[in-house]
């Protein structure tokens, strides 16, 4: 953490990020992206494939991975509490540190069943006011499989229907807006933006959207006194859920999009290219016709194509 601290990765190669669907837009992407290349034999590919060994030293692994998945659950809401001083050409530091939180924790999660899923949803809920309200890091627990799908939309849900009213941003008002505008950043994120999952995995959440968006529908309260706030808010999410209800149905799977399953599709292809550079090497023709290509190359360079046929 203190070396990418220190020195940031650089942006992720063009022909590198386009391979990843909304990489090009998404910090987060971006950043995942940007850590895949970092090398194979360096600290943080190391570290991530070393976390299963440690734990299966360990005499009570249960206890250590939930003492320390609290650590880093605190330590991922600090991160966005840290002055950000963009460097150019580099990616953004808040949200490599929060995959690599993230990749810890799915290497914790390997090991510790339903356990962290539920500690993960408890330890969230439990959190004070906005503070509970980040993006980033909900969208995050989404894409890595951390919590389950259907307790993410229970939770969402009733986020939004608490009572009382949040009086920030809607003075006490008609709908929970601090909530709601939580939820549709979120389901705008890991639905339409990282495509982590689909409109049908959070049924509840979509069905209390639905029934704020016409409960407070302008047909249906003519005269109503709405906040700015309010009426945004409400603009918002009859956009995205009328989106996502327009989304094709899926044909196949969600593509895992976390800094571990990339890191592991690279270390596959490497471990590929070193079985073929071997296997070349021992191949006496292929190394003949790589001479003789080479030599063709040099004579034409310095003597142009010949006038009767190969060299």
């Known amino acids: 953490v203190q070396t990418l601290i220190d020195s940031p990765p650089l942006l992720p190669p063009i022909d590198i990020a386009t391979l990843y669907s909304h990489c090009l837009s998404d910090l987060a992407l971006e950043a995942c992206t940007a850590l895949v290349e970092l090398p194979l ?6 570290m991530l494939q070393r976390i299963p060994r440690w734990l299966a030293q360990c005499a009570q692994s249960e206890v250590v991975i939930m003492e320390v998945s609290q650590r ?32 810890v924790f799915e290497r914790l999660k390997e090991r510790s069943k339903d356990m962290l899923g539920k500690s993960l949803l408890v330890w969230l809920d439990e959190i004070p006011g906005l503070s509970r309200y980040n993006v980033d890091i909900l969208a995050g627990l ?16 009733q986020w939004m229907e608490s009572r009382p009213r949040d009086p920030i941003f809607g003075g006490g ?34 069905e209390v959207l639905v029934k704020e968006i016409n409960r407070h529908s302008v047909g249906a309260n003519a005269g109503a006194a709405y ?25 196949t799977g969600v593509v895992r999009q976390t800094l571990n399953s990339m890191l592991t599709e690279r270390i596959a292809e490497d471990a ?32 142009g194509p010949p006038d009767d046929g190969p060299i």
Request: glycine share 4%; hydrophobic share 50%; net charge negative.
């Open 227 to 251: 906040t700015p706030q309010e009426v945004g808010v409400l603009e918002k999410a009859a956009a995205m859920v009328e989106e996502v209800q327009g989304l094709a149905t899926p044909t």
């Open 173 to 206: 008002g008609a709908i929970n807006t601090p909530a709601m505008d939580f939820v549709v950043s979120t389901l705008n994120l890991v639905v339409l933006r990282q495509r982590a999952i689909y409109g049908s995995d959070v049924p509840e959440c979509m």
């Open 142 to 157: 989404v894409r890595y499989s951390l919590i389950p799908i259907s307790s993410f939309d229970r939770l969402l849900a």
């Open 272 to 303: 590929r290219y070193q079985e073929d550079v071997a296997a070349d090497a021992n191949d006496p023709a292929l190394s003949r016709e790589i001479i003789l290509d080479i030599f063709e190359e040099w004579y034409i360079m310095y003597n």
């Open 41 to 46: 034999d360096g600290e943080l590919a190391s």
């Open 72 to 103: 880093i659950f605190r330590k991922m809401f600090e991160v966005f509490k840290m002055p950000q001083v963009p460097i150019p050409d580099s990616i953004s530091v808040m949200h490599a540190l929060l995959e690599v939180y993230l990749a």
